[in-house]
């Protein structure tokens, strides 16, 4: 047997392994857990209402009382903007494991494919907005309003998101095993 062919062999061997996934992927630190683990489960939505909670004080610091009851409408739209552009610059900025970018390269791409994926996190930044105006003895109709439009909407994605989850998940399944069978 020459070199050549064991080295052939050994290299095969290693692509076969890491494709099925018996080689251990890359470990993430501890602070790269904790910032994967923001965009998901109930830490997620826990996240998000906290986010929503904060959105109607930050606006009125911002903007000042008098800025009118509905300058909460541009305060949100910026606050959605911003929980897109911040990551951006951070994963930019900040050089995370391969496993980190991994995990959301997926997440990007699945939100590029299904709107429902993004538009049920509104629903959690509506309910800690709603929360706000319970606890915080602000009982605006603008901000009531806002926050009802932000839950209804999100509601919306949250339902349709759960119907598209399973099929999406057997879906993926289904396809990775008619390319292991093929293989």
Known sequence: MSCRRLWRDWYLFRAW???RGFVEKPKMRFAETLLVGLDEGAVG???RAAIGFAISPAVAAVMGRAAGDWALVPGVAVIVILLRLVPLVIRRLVPFSSRAQEIWRNRRQMAKRYDSYQWQ???????GMALYSAVGDVLRVPDMAVSAICIVAGGV???RWR???PRRRSGAALSEEATRSAA
């Open 17 to 19: 392994t890491r494709d």
């Open 121 to 127: 996190k509104l629903f959690w930044i509506g309910a």
């Open 157 to 159: 994605g949250l339902a």
């Open 45 to 47: 939505a826990l996240f």
């Open 163 to 165: 119907a598209v989850a």
